[in-house]
C-alpha cells in the first residue's frame, strides 16, 4: 500500500492465545519512507438536487429523495430565495411521503426509511422505491414489484401486515385501502382491495397497449396513465372492468398530478391540462430550465415541479403559468477551488458555495445561477483569491465577490465571443491566465486579462492556440492538448505570449500542473514527471504508465513531494521525491469520475456530483514514518485490521521463503469518529463524478 518498505519477520509455530486454530504466528515490524500513514478515507460530500426522484410539499418546506443525495429539506417559502434546510445521506433515495412531523423515504438500497427531527428513527429493510401513505399504513413496492402494507403506526418499529406479489409492478398510488398498480411489459393495470392487508384481493385488471410507464395517479373514478409516447385516461368506476377513455399524445415522457380536473404535467415543458371532458384539453404551456421530465405537486395555487433541482409557478391563471423562482442545483461539478472554510464549485449551476468547517458535512450556502434563454450557463473552471472567485464558462469569464458566502455578488465578466468555453484560470496578482476553446480559430487560446477593475476587465495579450489546463509558473505558462502534448508558452512579455517549446507526451494529454521547472503531466497514460528547465527542449525524465485506457488522469496537485492525481478510476496518491522514479503509494476508487481535486492540508476536495472530502493521510507525508508494530495475539481483539499474508513454502536446504503483503487500517472507532456517521451513509460507490477541484 506504500512505497518501499523493510520488514522482519519473525515466525512462530504455536497458535495464536486468541485464535487457536489460526496455525503459525508472525510478529512484523514494517517501516515506510513517505508512506500515507492512514488509508484514504471519505469523510463526506455535499448534498445538491441532481435528479429529484419524489417531492412533497408540506407547509413552506419541500422534501425531496434526491438518489444518493438522500432526503434534503428545503425552505420554499420564498421562490426567489429557495434554500436547503438541512439534508440526511441515504442509500438512493426514490420516493417521499410526509405525514406530521414524520417524513418516510423509499429507498432502494437501505429501505423504508422513517425519519423525524432530521435523523432515521426507524426502518425496514425490504429495498423499495415508492411509499403511499394511507389511514395509518405505509404502502411500499418493493425492487421486487412486490406490494407491501407496514403498519407505522409506531414510526421506530414498522410492521408487515401483509403482501401483493405482483411481481412486475413498476408503478403504485393509493386510494384509502385500494391500491392501484401498473407492471408488466405491455402494461398491466391491476387494482386490489387491501381493506384486509394480511388477505389483498385482486379486483380488476386491464391490459395496456403500452410497453413503459413513467407515473401513474388516481382520481375519483378515472385513472390517469404517463407513457414515454402518450397520457393515457381510464374509467375504473367498475374495479373489475377498467376501461380505456382518451389519450394524449403531447403527454408523453412525464410525470404528472390531478387537482379537480385538471392535469399538471412536466416533460420537456410544464403543461396544464384540462380534462373535464372525453377530450384533453391543453390549457396552459411554459418553459422550463430542464428538459427532464419532474415530479410535480401543486398547493393552491402554486405547482413544485422537482427534476434537476426545484422550478416554483404560478398557476392561478392556469393559461399563464408564471415562474416564480428554480433553484436549480444539478451535480456535475466540473471544478472546484478551496479557501479557508468554504470550497467553490464550478459546475451544476454558475457557481456554487459551500461551507466546509465540518468535512464530514459540507453543506451548500450559497449559490449564482444564470439563463441564456432555456439553458443555464454551467461554471466550469474557477480559483478564488481571498474574497474574490474566477469562474470561467461556455458563455464568458465571470468575476464574484463571495465575502457574503450566502449571496455571491456579480462583480464583471468578460465575453470572447463565438461560444468559447473556458475550462482553465489562473489568477496571478491582477493578471487572469484564461484558456478559451472555440470553433473559432481567432477566438481559441490563452487570453491574458487585466482583472484589477473586475467592472471593466481588458485584454493584455492572446496566444491562439487550441488550449486545455494552464499552470504559470515564473514566466512561462504551461498548457496542454490532446494533439500536441504539452506546450510552453512565454508570458515574460503578456501583451505578446509567444510558443517556445513542445513535447508529445503518450497517449492523450489531459491536464498538468507546474512546480518550479518541472511538469507533472496526467492523461490517458498516466502521469509523467517533466524537466522542463529548458524550455525549448522539455524531456520526460519519469513517469508512472497506465496499461488500462480506461484509467485516464484528469487533474493533478503537488504537496511537496507527492503528487495527488485523480481520474476517471478515483484517487492516486504519487510519491515523486525520486522524480525519474515516483511511485504509487495509495489508492482511492471511485464509481466514477474523478475531473478535479483540491488538496487542504490532509484532505482533498474531489469534484465530482457535487464534492467528496477524503483524507490523504495522518501525519505530514513528506517524513518517513514508522507505521506500527503487530505481535502475537494483537488482533482485531483491539480494533486493528488483520494483516494479509501469502506465505510460500520451498524445500530447497530446508529454508522457509515467506512473502508478506501488508495493509494497515485505522482503528474502526477512529475512522467512524473521522466520518461522524455510520459508514452506510458514506459509501463511495454512491457517489458521482465532478470536473475539477481547487
Known amino acids: 500500500t506504500a512505497s518501499a518498505f523493510l520488514c522482519l519477520t519473525l515466525f512462530f509455530f504455536s497458535p495464536s492465545p486468541h485464535n487457536p486454530t489460526s496455525g503459525p504466528c508472525m510478529a512484523l515490524l514494517c517501516v515506510t519512507y513517505a508512506a500515507v500513514v492512514a488509508s484514504l478515507t471519505l469523510l463526506g460530500q455535499t448534498v445538491t438536487l441532481d435528479r429529484v426522484k419524489s417531492i412533497k410539499v408540506v407547509g413552506g418546506t419541500a422534501y425531496t429523495a434526491d438518489g444518493s443525495s438522500g432526503l434534503a429539506a428545503v425552505d420554499v417559502r420564498n421562490p426567489m430565495e429557495m434554500t436547503i434546510l438541512w439534508n440526511l445521506a441515504m ?58 402494507a407496514l403498519d407505522v403506526a409506531d414510526p421506530t418499529t414498522p410492521k408487515l401486515l401483509g403482501s401483493y406479489n405482483f411481481n412486475a409492478s413498476k408503478n403504485l398510488f393509493v386510494v384509502d385501502t385500494t391500491v392501484y398498480s401498473l407492471g408488466g411489459s405491455p402494461l398491466d393495470l391491476q387494482i386490489i382491495d387491501f381493506s384486509t392487508p394480511s388477505d389483498p384481493v385482486l379486483l380488476g385488471s386491464l391490459g395496456i397497449d403500452k410497453f413503459t410507464a413513467t407515473s401513474f395517479r388516481v382520481s375519483g373514478n378515472t385513472a390517469y396513465v404517463g407513457t414515454y409516447s402518450s397520457f393515457l385516461i381510464f374509467d375504473v368506476t367498475d374495479p373489475s372492468a377498467p376501461s380505456f377513455t382518451a389519450e394524449y399524445s403531447e403527454g408523453g415522457n412525464a410525470i404528472f398530478v390531478i387537482v379537480d380536473n385538471t392535469v399538471y404535467l412536466a416533460n420537456q415543458r410544464f403543461r396544464i391540462i384540462d380534462v373535464s371532458t372525453d377530450t384533453p384539453l391543453l390549457v396552459g404551456l411554459a418553459n422550463r430550465s430542464s428538459t427532464n421530465r419532474g415530479f410535480v405537486q401543486v398547493e393552491g395555487t402554486t405547482a413544485y415541479i422537482a427534476g434537476d433541482g426545484i422550478q416554483v409557478f404560478d398557476v392561478a391563471n392556469a393559461s399563464n403559468p408564471m415562474l416564480l423562482g428554480d433553484f436549480n442545483r444539478p451535480g456535475g461539478a466540473k471544478d472546484v477551488a478551496v479557501s479557508g472554510d468554504y470550497a467553490y464549485i464550478a459546475g451544476g449551476a454558475l457557481l456554487q458555495v459551500v461551507d466546509i468547517k465540518n468535512p464530514a458535512a459540507p453543506s451548500v450556502v450559497g449559490f449564482y445561477s444564470k439563463f441564456e434563454g432555456r439553458n443555464e450557463i454551467l461554471g466550469r473552471a474557477v480559483q478564488v483569491v481571498g474574497n474574490i472567485v474566477y469562474v470561467g464558462t461556455c458563455e464568458s469569464f465571470y468575476i464574484f465577490d463571495v465575502s457574503t458566502p450566502s449571496q455571491p455578488r456579480l462583480l464583471g465578466e468578460f465575453n470572447p465571443g463565438s461560444f468559447a468555453c473556458s475550462d482553465s484560470v489562473q489568477i496571478i496578482g491582477t493578471i487572469a491566465y484564461v484558456g478559451f476553446n472555440s470553433h473559432n480559430v481567432t477566438i481559441s487560446g490563452l487570453h491574458v486579462l487585466d482583472v484589477s477593475k473586475p467592472q471593466e476587465i481588458t485584454v493584455i495579450g492572446v496566444h491562439r492556440t487550441q488550449i486545455g489546463v494552464v499552470s504559470v509558473s515564473g514566466t512561462v505558462a504551461y498548457t496542454v492538448n490532446m494533439f500536441e502534448g504539452l506546450i510552453l508558452i512565454d508570458v515574460g512579455n503578456t501583451s505578446a505570449p509567444t510558443r517556445i517549446g513542445t513535447l508529445k507526451t503518450p497517449g492523450r494529454a489531459e491536464t498538468l500542473t507546474a512546480s518550479g521547472t518541472t511538469v507533472y503531466l496526467g492523461g490517458s497514460s498516466g502521469l509523467f514527471v517533466i524537466d522542463a ?162
Open 533 to 694: 528547465s529548458t524550455p525549448s527542449a522539455p524531456v520526460i525524465v519519469g513517469s508512472v504508465e497506465s496499461d488500462d485506457f480506461r484509467d485516464v488522469i484528469q487533474d493533478v496537485v503537488v504537496v511537496g513531494d507527492i503528487v495527488v492525481a485523480s481520474g476517471t478510476k478515483g484517487v492516486q496518491v504519487i510519491n515523486v521525491s525520486n522524480s525519474s522514479a515516483p511511485q504509487v503509494l495509495e489508492k482511492y476508487p471511485t464509481s466514477s469520475h474523478v475531473l478535479s481535486i483540491a488538496v487542504v492540508g490532509n484532505l482533498a476536495y474531489l469534484a465530482q456530483d457535487g464534492m467528496l472530502v477524503l483524507k490523504l493521510w495522518e501525519n505530514s507525508p513528506h517524513t518517513p514514518s514508522p507505521v506500527g508494530t503487530t505481535a502475537p495475539g494483537d488482533n482485531a481483539d483491539d480494533g486493528y485490521a488483520m494483516i494479509f499474508l501469502i506465505i510460500g513454502v520451498s524445500a530447497a536446504l530446508g529454508l522457509t521463503v515467506g512473502i508478506v503483503v501488508f495493509k494497515w487500517q485505522v482503528r474502526r472507532n477512529e475512522r467512524e469518529d473521522a466520518v461522524g456517521q455510520d459508514t452506510e451513509m458514506h459509501d463511495p460507490q454512491i457517489c458521482a463524478p465532478a470536473r475539477d477541484v481547487v
Open 91 to 148: 442509500g438512493d433515495a426514490r420516493g417521499v411521503e410526509v405525514a406530521g412531523s414524520t417524513i418516510y423515504v423509499a429507498d432502494a438500497i437501505t429501505g423504508l426509511q422513517v425519519v423525524q427531527a432530521g435523523s432515521v428513527v426507524g426502518r425496514y429493510s425490504d429495498p423499495c422505491s415508492e411509499v403511499y401513505l394511507s389511514a395509518g399504513i405505509a404502502y411500499v413496492r418493493s425492487l421486487e414489484g412486490v406490494i407491501l
